[in-house]
């Protein structure tokens, strides 16, 4: 693959992952609007919670890391694997409910 296929492929993995963002965010703040897939809800019910907790942290001291969330009932693995999706979910959250 070329130059061109790899910024293609950059591109089309974010234009899935806001995809994924917006849908994700939709379910978790209007449930009733989204049929919730259960498969859906049981892969990324961490990453929701996650969200949850990295938006109140940042709204409380403006800023988030991994270290925040170990010890506060989210496990170390956890964190790490769905830090990334969970931070910017966390943070579009926060540009919507502020806009």
Not at 17 to 32: F, G
Not at 33 to 41: L, Q
Not at 65 to 87: P, S
Not at 91 to 97: D, E, I, P, R, V
Request: net charge positive; aromatic share 6%.
């Amino acid at each position: 693959m070329g130059r061109n296929g790899d910024l293609n492929a950059e591109r089309e993995l974010r234009i899935t992952t806001a995809a994924q963002m917006i849908e994700a965010y939709c379910i978790n703040k209007v449930p009733e609007g989204i049929k919730r897939d259960a498969r859906i809800t049981k892969r990324l019910g961490p990453a929701y919670r996650l969200a949850d907790a990295i938006e109140r942290i940042m709204r409380r001291t403006g800023a988030c890391t991994k270290k925040d969330l170990i010890g506060t009932g989210f496990r170390e693995a956890d964190v790490k694997r769905h830090w990334r999706f969970a931070y910017e979910l966390a943070s579009a959250q926060l540009n919507m409910t502020d806009a």
